[in-house]
């Protein structure tokens, strides 16, 4: 089955850096790639993502970039505020069926 | 609508007894699906429907777990006997698939279990 492996666990950026999240997966029949953003004590939220006919996607001040040949799909926040700071979840969904995440990263935005 | 909804938020339970948790998908969404969440981890998958059908189990539902979807609506998760291990965060997400499929899923708050 799919197994999704996420980097860093952790990251620290200063107020107004870029921040950057990586997973590779296994299963090259995924075609689904999201993103959920987890606050403390709330369900994850979708915040962005991408299908395996797409190589790049923005939304603001984040993208998603996937790269089908070496199965591995990456988040970019620009410009990183405060209220960035929670879990980010990767996830990938293999022939319709259901989403497998990775362990998550902490994101943490200092002033 | 108000999204996914999810009773109760939290539970607190001695062990060996047994536990129900509701889920309320989004009206329009024919997928329901349950995950752990462990302190630390991803959600990890334990089951799912279309409309009234279980579809697929994960391994980590041991026969203490079961679930339930009787009108293609709600759902239920019940842990019977309940074990320390089973402390955890129980979500249940709810997506729309086929012509109109976004893919995406809607999350709830989850049900937090804790077994003393």
């Known amino acids: 089955g799919e197994n999704v492996e996420q980097h860093p666990s952790t990251l620290s950026v200063q107020e107004g850096d870029s921040a950057v999240i990586k997973c590779t997966y296994s299963d090259s029949a995924s075609n689904y790639f999201p993103w959920y953003k987890q606050e403390l004590g709330k369900g994850p939220q979708l915040i962005i993502d991408i299908r395996s006919n797409v190589g790049e996607k923005k939304d603001q001040r984040i993208a998603v970039t996937l790269n089908k040949t070496a199965k591995h799909f990456s988040l970019h926040i620009t410009e990183t505020q405060p209220e960035d700071s929670a879990v980010y979840f990767c996830a990938a969904m293999s022939s319709f069926q259901k989403l497998v995440f990775g362990t998550g990263t902490r994101l943490l935005v200092s002033p | 609508d108000t999204g996914v909804s999810q009773n109760p938020r939290h539970k607190i339970t001695k062990r060996g007894q047994n536990v129900t948790f509701r889920c309320d998908p989004i009206?329009?969404?024919?997928?329901l699906y349950w995950y752990r969440q462990t302190l630390g981890q991803g959600p990890e998958f334990l089951t799912y429907?279309?409309?009234?059908?279980?579809?697929?189990k994960s391994r980590l539902l041991s026969d203490r777990f079961s679930a339930e979807r009787p009108k293609g609506s709600f759902s239920t998760l019940e842990i019977q006997r309940t074990e320390q291990g089973d402390s955890a965060m129980y979500l249940c997400?709810?997506?729309?698939?086929?012509?109109?499929?976004?893919?995406?899923?809607?999350f709830g708050s989850g049900t937090r279990l804790t077994v003393v």
């Open positions: 997400a709810s997506s729309l698939m086929g012509p109109r499929a976004n893919y995406g899923y809607t």
């Open positions: 429907f279309q409309n009234e059908a279980q579809l697929e």
């Open positions: 009206s329009e969404h024919n997928r």
